[in-house]
């Protein structure tokens, strides 16, 4: 996200999401009617007064931003009703002196809310955590990390940074993630970290419906199908960059509202042009009769990626510790034909709409991702309320090797 992806031809990409994206397909007639959904129909929901909440901008270069004059900021974000500005503050190991004590004073007192966000790469993540906490003691309202393809398959590097940066920042600090919106594409990616247990509260996936080359609709059934077991509010981030029309923008805003969403936010403000501005901020009717249906994905036997571990961190939390090493093996499949006849659900064997909301409903064993461990090992904590947990110490799972099934925001170029 550091830098405007370069226009590409919408055809081709249009038809690779077609052919992957809507992995709806098997699951719709394969899956069974769902009991009664402990989550709202969309996906979780934030609590009121998050600073992501509303209309939010984000800002790349604030010298590139009307010279970094604040005035003149305030006033643009008043005139488009956004009212929160996302500032970048880090870049790996380096701080952004951009964000700095005194520019997020500034803001503030303009009425706006301050949230950084930092790019990270995983190959120094205390230090990337240090940034962090820097950000916040500037006075960030809440921290958004950047999480995209450096990251993959790094399951020991993110949860060092977690656990660092929790630690610097305190267990109730908002942050969220922002990366990669199809889940199921990148199967080496550690969202079971970023989204798991202690680590970021809010989900801020890069819904880019325009450059990956599909519908806002489609874009949204296939980025909530796949996010929602995350069970971390979704905040949509869309696009204004790449020639976005501002029919599409106006379309995003009306069904993040129909989808449930408390707020939405825009790449990026030195890429937007005014049609977008006005599209962005302009009111919008609500969407009559709009009922999103959201499902859940369809995994079984074969299956491989963070979605398995997530679901095998719940299978170990409903007790059936098995190994958690996002493959869907024989293992797998027959812990979850147990927990489906332990629940009185249909014994499919496979993670279904009838079996995902009640596997989701039990808190995931948390795992401390560990370099060299050659067997996993579980031990029991107790917090100061006196609460006991299971935490389970293993090594990268085997699926964190495997490459990503395709890339729906094309690479960025040198």
């Known amino acids: 996200m550091d830098r405007p992806l370069p226009h590409r031809s919408r055809a081709r990409l249009g038809a690779l999401v077609a052919s992957l994206a809507l992995a709806l397909p098997a699951a719709a007639g394969a899956q069974t009617t769902a009991p009664p959904d402990p989550f709202p129909p969309a996906g979780a929901t934030a609590p009121a007064g998050t600073p992501l909440e509303g ?5 790349w270069v604030l010298s590139r931003t009307y010279g970094g004059r604040v005035d003149l900021i305030a006033a643009k974000a008043r005139q488009h009703n956004v009212g929160t ?5 880090g870049d790996g190991a380096n701080y952004w002196t ?3 004590p005194a520019l997020v004073a500034a803001l503030k007192r303009e009425g706006l809310r301050v949230c950084a966000w930092q790019y990270v790469y995983g190959t120094r993540p205390l230090a990337e955590a240090y940034n962090g906490w820097r950000a916040q003691r500037a006075g960030a309202d809440c921290l958004v990390v950047d999480a995209e393809t ?4 790094r399951y020991v590097s993110a949860t060092y940074y977690v656990e660092k940066l929790r630690a610097l920042v305190g267990p109730t600090y908002p942050v969220a993630l922002t990366g990669f919106p199809y889940v199921h594409y990148h199967r080496a990616f550690p969202y079971s970290v970023f989204l798991g247990p202690g680590a970021a509260q809010y989900n801020q996936p890069q819904m880019y419906w325009h450059t990956i080359g599909t519908s806002v609709d489609t874009n949204f059934a296939v980025t909530y199908l796949h996010n929602r077991i995350y069970k971390r509010p979704i905040f949509p981030l869309g696009q ?3 020639g976005a029309p501002p029919y599409g923008v106006r379309r995003f805003r009306q069904l993040a509202q129909a989808y449930g969403a408390a707020g939405v936010s825009w790449w990026s403000w030195q890429h937007t042009f005014e049609v977008n501005w006005r599209a962005l901020g302009d009111p919008v009717a ?3 009769g709009y009922q999103p249906r959201p499902s859940y994905p369809y995994l079984r036997l074969g299956a491989r990626g963070d979605q398995v571990v997530w679901a095998q961190q719940h299978l170990w939390a409903a007790g059936f510790p098995r190994s958690i090493n996002g493959y869907f093996s024989v293992i797998t499949r027959n812990a979850v034909l147990a927990f489906q ?6 014994a499919t064997g ?3 709409a009838a079996t995902w909301p009640v596997l989701l409903s039990r808190e995931p064993v948390r795992v401390r991702w560990r370099t060299f461990l050659r067997t996993q090992r579980a031990y029991v904590v107790a917090s100061a309320a006196g609460r006991r947990r299971t935490v389970v110490e293993a090594a990268a799972p085997p699926s964190a090797r495997l490459p990503a099934l395709r890339r729906e925001i094309p690479p960025k170029r040198p």
């Open 55 to 59: 209309n939010g901008m984000w800002i």
């Open 85 to 89: 500005v996302f500032v970048k503050s």
């Open 98 to 100: 951009q964000f700095s």
């Open 150 to 153: 450096e990251y993959e398959g």
């Open 240 to 242: 204004t960059y790449d």
């Open 286 to 288: 609500p969407l009559d």
């Open 341 to 346: 006849r332990a629940q009185g659900l249909p």
């Open 350 to 352: 496979a993670l279904d």
